[in-house]
């Protein structure tokens, strides 16, 4: 876990060769450092196609005595800038914060300033308009614009039911009326239909009833020819004993 606070940049004065510009990091890390002219935005310094300088070629941090060095910038940053034209400096944090800073070289002495935050001027132009809208004076007209739509709104649904009383009674008394018929309609039928199923099964053509009684008859036939078979047998096996005695 990495605790940081906003990095705090201060005013610095120097030669080419031993300019350093003092950084509080405050638990931050750098991770590149922009260079452009401010009167015309233009890439600074060497490299100058492009306005990201390199790491550790242009610039390099020291975190232990919190300062931010230009190695060899007698040689290399502060040789390829122009004199008296100032430069901005924008360092990227990997925390997402960015802070910025001005250099300006005069032959060999370097110059370098902190740029203010704009944040104040910016919070009271914004405060303008939240005090324009506690006037009231839009939201009085919003309030009544909004309740007189509401009122006549109810006032045009309650007339049509008042005016034809007679339309909505007629309509409802002809619907339930043929829910009515509808639902007898259903109710009759289904019972009908059982009827002549009922009917249908209990009688033949010739309207009698179905031996419901057959399969009882059949078993009884069967029963009985058992019976006259068990019997015979046992007439055959005494008959045959009685011969033998």
Not at 97 to 122: M, W
């Amino acid at each position: 876990m990495y605790h940081y606070d906003s990095p705090v940049l201060s005013d610095s004065q120097g030669t080419i060769s031993d300019f350093t510009i003092p950084l509080q990091y405050n638990g931050n890390l750098l991770k590149t450092m922009e260079a452009a002219y401010t009167d015309d935005g233009s890439p600074a310094g060497p490299q100058n196609w492009t306005a990201f300088k390199q790491f550790g070629y242009v610039f390099a941090p020291n975190y232990e005595d919190n300062l931010l060095t230009f190695p060899y910038g007698n040689d290399r940053f502060f040789k390829e800038i122009n004199d008296q034209r100032e430069v901005e400096l924008t360092f990227h944090f990997w925390s997402g914060e960015t802070v910025k800073y001005t250099v300006t070289k005069d032959g060999e002495q370097v110059v370098g300033k902190t740029i203010k935050s704009t944040l104040p001027e910016d919070d009271d132009e914004s405060e303008n308009p939240e005090e324009n809208d506690e006037t009231g004076t839009p939201g009085e007209n919003d309030d009544n614009d909004s309740e007189a739509p509401e009122e006549n709104n109810n006032d045009e649904s309650e007339t049509p039911k008042e005016d034809n009383p007679g339309k909505d009674e007629g309509k409802t008394d002809a619907g339930d009326e043929n829910k009515e018929t509808n639902e007898e309609e259903n109710h009759v039928t289904p019972v009908n239909n059982n009827n002549k199923n009922n009917s249908e099964n209990t009688l033949g053509k010739a309207g009698e009833k179905l031996p419901e009684t057959a399969t009882g008859n059949y078993n009884l036939f069967i029963t009985g020819i058992i019976i006259l078979l068990v019997g015979g047998c046992i007439a055959f096996f005494v008959r045959k004993q009685k011969v033998q005695i």
